[in-house]
């Protein structure tokens, strides 16, 4: 999930004095292998920040506290993009690289709390979140690491994590769950395999396991040029093989790629690397696809709730689902719904 969130200081299990608040914004890149991702994304409180006719009277201060020019980065300059529109201020981007972003987010927490100075981050919060309770003024963000108030959040789980409820809304939010379940993650798995003497192949070519069924790998030899074979397996093939275990897909491989070119091609092979998306407890499989009659569901899935909570990811992407860009577009839809949003609460505060 992305966040633009309000932190109550240290994230944990004592109420937090309001004079330690200070403003973290964490965003999520795109699917990559996680250990645990950060929780959920909030913006900051009109209400409790007293927002001032005069706020903002001068520039903000965004601290990245990854390298410029990552995703964290590039996001951080969207927002900011965004931000001077509707502020009409100087947004200013600082990047505080170090210790895996605890550096630059150590610096904004130390930071005067007046809401000139700003965190993004991916996995600033470090830990998962279980429920969005949303039947208060305030947002609340319970994660594995604490709670966190906000006034807005956005939701960029994948589409089975929402179906099956491993993060709760509170009051219910059925026709989220419901969309969701409707644009299910198909599932494409990658071991990844060392090959000895590899320049016998070329670059970047291609064996197809079997031809005569769909149960089967392909095979994509030297992927960049690199000494390694990148074998896929797809569908319910995969799933087959998940169930199986870790040692399933090494076993097909190694017997396919033997049928293909021989028994002493299998101590060629060395397992460097697999992914099985499906078990993965953040992710739960792939990539979206729409069952029939249900495309609906990613408008469904995309719609905000109450102006405060917002929802962006692959699934909502009505023509780029199931891609990077996708995920990345809905995202920069849901930062200007959330940036529109605001804008008018505060116009309204004013009248
Ligand atoms: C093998 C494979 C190959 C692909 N190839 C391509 C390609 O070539 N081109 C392309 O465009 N796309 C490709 N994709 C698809 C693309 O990667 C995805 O569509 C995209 O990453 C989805 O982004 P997302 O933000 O919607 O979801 P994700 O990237 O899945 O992000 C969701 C985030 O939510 C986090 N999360 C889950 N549960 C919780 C929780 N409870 N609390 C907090 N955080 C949580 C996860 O850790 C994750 O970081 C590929 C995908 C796979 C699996």
């Given at each position: 999930?992305?966040?633009?969130?309000?932190k109550?200081?240290?994230?944990?299990?004592?109420?937090a004095?309001?004079?330690?608040?200070?403003?973290?914004v964490?965003?999520?890149?795109?699917r990559?292998?996680?250990?645990?991702?950060?929780?959920a994304?909030?913006?900051?409180?009109?209400?409790?920040?007293?927002?001032?006719?005069?706020?903002?009277?001068?520039?903000?201060?965004?601290?990245?506290?990854?390298?410029?020019?990552?995703?964290?980065?590039?996001?951080?300059?969207?927002?900011?993009?965004?931000?001077?529109?509707?502020?009409?201020?100087?947004?200013?981007?600082?990047?505080?690289?170090?210790?895996?972003?605890?550096?630059?987010v150590?610096?904004?927490?130390?930071?005067?709390?007046?809401?000139?100075?700003?965190?993004?981050?991916?996995n600033?919060l470090?830990?998962?979140?279980?429920?969005?309770?949303?039947?208060?003024?305030?947002?609340?963000?319970?994660?594995?690491?604490?709670?966190?108030?906000?006034?807005?959040?956005?939701?960029?789980?994948?589409?089975?994590?929402?179906?099956?409820?491993?993060?709760?809304?509170?009051p219910?939010?059925?026709?989220?769950?419901?969309?969701?379940?409707?644009?299910?993650?198909?599932?494409?798995?990658?071991?990844?395999?060392?090959?000895?003497?590899?320049?016998?192949f070329e670059?970047?070519?291609?064996?197809?396991?079997?031809?005569?069924?769909?149960?089967?790998?392909?095979?994509?030899?030297?992927?960049?040029?690199?000494?390694?074979?990148?074998?896929?397996?797809?569908?319910?093939?995969?799933?087959?093989?998940?169930?199986?275990?870790?040692?399933?897909f090494?076993?097909?491989?190694?017997?396919?790629?033997?049928?293909?070119?021989?028994?002493?091609?299998?101590?060629?092979?060395?397992?460097?690397?697999?992914?099985?998306?499906?078990?993965?407890?953040f992710s739960?499989?792939?990539?979206?696809?729409?069952?029939?009659?249900?495309?609906?569901?990613r408008?469904?899935?995309?719609?905000?709730?109450?102006?405060r909570?917002?929802?962006?990811g692959?699934?909502?992407?009505?023509?780029?689902?199931?891609?990077?860009?996708?995920?990345y577009?809905?995202?920069?839809?849901?930062?200007?719904?959330?940036v529109?949003?605001?804008?008018?609460?505060?116009?309204?505060?004013?009248?």
């Amino acid at each position: 999930m992305k966040a633009v969130v309000r932190k109550t200081a240290r994230v944990q299990h004592r109420p937090a004095s309001r004079s330690n608040e200070r403003r973290l914004v964490t965003q999520h890149p795109r699917r990559r292998v996680l250990s645990l991702a950060a929780g959920a994304a909030a913006m900051p409180a009109a209400a409790r920040m007293a927002w001032a006719q005069s706020y903002p009277s001068r520039p903000i201060t965004i601290v990245v506290p990854f390298a410029a020019g990552g995703p964290t980065d590039l996001i951080a300059r969207t927002l900011a993009d965004n931000m001077r529109t509707a502020f009409g201020q100087p947004v200013i981007i600082e990047n505080v690289s170090g210790a895996g972003g605890t550096i630059g987010v150590g610096r904004v927490a130390r930071a005067t709390p007046d809401g000139y100075t700003l965190s993004i981050g991916q996995n600033a919060l470090g830990c998962a979140a279980r429920r969005i309770d949303h039947g208060a003024r305030r947002l609340r963000v319970e994660t594995s690491n604490g709670a966190i108030t906000a006034d807005a959040v956005i939701v960029t789980l994948p589409s089975n994590v929402i179906a099956e409820e491993t993060l709760v809304f509170t009051p219910a939010l059925s026709e989220k769950v419901e969309a969701a379940a409707g644009l299910p993650l198909g599932l494409a798995d990658k071991l990844f395999l060392a090959l000895s003497d590899a320049d016998e192949f070329e670059k970047d070519s291609r064996l197809f396991g079997r031809t005569d069924r769909s149960a089967t790998g392909v095979y994509h030899f030297r992927p960049f040029g690199r000494p390694q074979i990148e074998a896929y397996f797809g569908g319910a093939f995969a799933a087959e093989l998940e169930k199986a275990g870790r040692a399933a897909f090494l076993e097909c491989a190694t017997a396919e790629l033997v049928g293909l070119l021989g028994s002493d091609f299998a101590r060629r092979l060395n397992a460097v690397g697999l992914h099985r998306w499906g078990v993965d407890p953040f992710s739960r499989g792939s990539y979206s696809y729409a069952r029939p009659g249900k495309a609906e569901c990613r408008r469904a899935l995309a719609a905000p709730v109450e102006d405060r909570l917002f929802f962006a990811g692959e699934a909502c992407s009505l023509g780029h689902f199931s891609t990077a860009h996708g995920a990345y577009l809905t995202g920069v839809a849901a930062a200007d719904q959330v940036v529109a949003a605001r804008t008018q609460k505060r116009a309204g505060s004013y009248s």
